[in-house]
């Protein structure tokens, strides 16, 4: 795992490598795409880029990561409502190359098989980008969840509830569970970039480098073979300076 400390937003780091990556691929690409506050400068970074031409997503597939149960669309807490508003919106993402599971599925089984299917047909993520929640989870894959996972229908833990649930304008109205790729899933990416900000991930952070653990979904993303993570000083706070220089 490659640690990249970050001065200020990560995801500003964190558009200049999906750049990199979209500009090198010259044609096709498959992005593994993820929501929550942290993502947020990203997508801002790179619709700037795409105005100023430094950036064409013609060729671009968008797999996102996750999406509430219950939540359509049209929903302005549902996770199809926060990419439009915040991503698609603004770059040449093609809708058809636009994926999301279907949180309103009158069968979610099946559309989690689809889902996968889906990627699979799309010759699986070439950059999959997430964030981290304060217990270490990846997506909705909470403490506990299968290392080989896929996608699938998962509980959200309660910490994630409280830490999510200010996002809501009624924050009653947050669902429980969710459809989450599975950490399986995730780790067939071919490269995987995870940002952190602020002192609440701090504590994941550290359990990022110190071995895998059920308790610390995050953990076990270190041994992949491309794995970046960005993060800011305050969520870096309980690093060692031996584990920084390691990670350099
Ligand atoms: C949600 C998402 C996660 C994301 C997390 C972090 O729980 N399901 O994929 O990593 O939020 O969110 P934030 O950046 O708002 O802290």
């Known amino acids: 795992m490659k640690l990249i400390i970050a001065e200020g937003k990560t995801g500003l780091y964190g558009a200049e490598i999906a750049c990199a990556r979209i500009n090198k691929a010259g044609g096709k690409f498959v992005l593994?795409?993820?929501?929550?506050?942290?993502?947020?400068?990203?997508?801002?970074?790179?619709?700037?880029?795409?105005?100023?031409?430094?950036?064409?997503?013609?060729?671009?597939?968008?797999?996102?990561?996750?999406?509430?149960?219950?939540?359509?669309?049209?929903?302005?807490?549902?996770?199809?409502?926060?990419?439009?508003s915040n991503f698609f919106d603004f770059v040449n993402i093609a809708p058809h190359n636009i994926n999301i599971p279907d949180g309103m599925a009158a069968d979610l089984a099946a559309e989690c098989r689809r889902y996968e299917d889906k990627i699979a047909a799309a010759g699986g993520i070439d950059l999959l980008f997430g964030g981290v929640g304060e217990n270490g989870h990846i997506a909705f894959n909470e403490p506990g969840s299968p290392k080989g996972g896929r996608t699938r229908v998962a509980d959200l833990a309660p910490s994630t509830i409280k830490a999510n649930e200010t996002l809501f304008e009624d924050k009653t109205k947050i669902p429980h569970q969710a459809i989450t790729m599975g950490l399986g899933t995730i780790y067939d990416a071919r490269e995987i970039v995870i940002m952190a900000e602020g002192p609440k991930k701090a504590a994941a952070v550290k359990a990022a480098f110190e071995g895998e653990s059920a308790l610390w979904p995050i953990s076990y993303l270190y041994s992949h073979k491309a794995v970046t993570l960005i993060a800011d000083k305050e969520a870096c706070a309980l690093l060692t300076p031996e584990i920084i220089e390691r990670h350099k």
């Open 32 to 84: 593994g795409l993820p929501t929550g506050r942290t993502s947020m400068a990203m997508y801002g970074a790179l619709a700037q880029k795409y105005k100023a031409a430094a950036v064409d997503f013609a060729g671009v597939t968008a797999f996102n990561l996750d999406e509430y149960i219950g939540l359509g669309a049209g929903d302005k807490d549902s996770y199809h409502y926060f990419m439009q």
